[in-house]
């Protein structure tokens, strides 16, 4: 499954590019992009659990920038 998620309050294109690397390390994420200019997240992982991977690299884009939210809608 990708998807694209909206990210809000994404400060800089350095930040982008960490949050990039970091959610590409998690377990199960086939490939992901983060675009600081289009303030958007496309990831790819498998079907099953994707949810679940879209919700650690949530969390792990907050660790990063603590303000920047990931819109799951």
Known sequence: M??????EELD????????????KKLKGVDNVEISFMAQKM?????????DDVVAEAAKLISKVEP???????
């Open 67 to 73: 303000d920047c939210k990931v819109i799951l809608k």
């Open 12 to 23: 800089c294109a350095n930040c982008a590019a960490k949050m990039e690397r970091k959610v």
């Open 42 to 50: 496309t990831i790819e992982a498998a079907d099953d659990i994707f």
């Open 2 to 7: 990708k998807k694209t998620y909206k990210l």
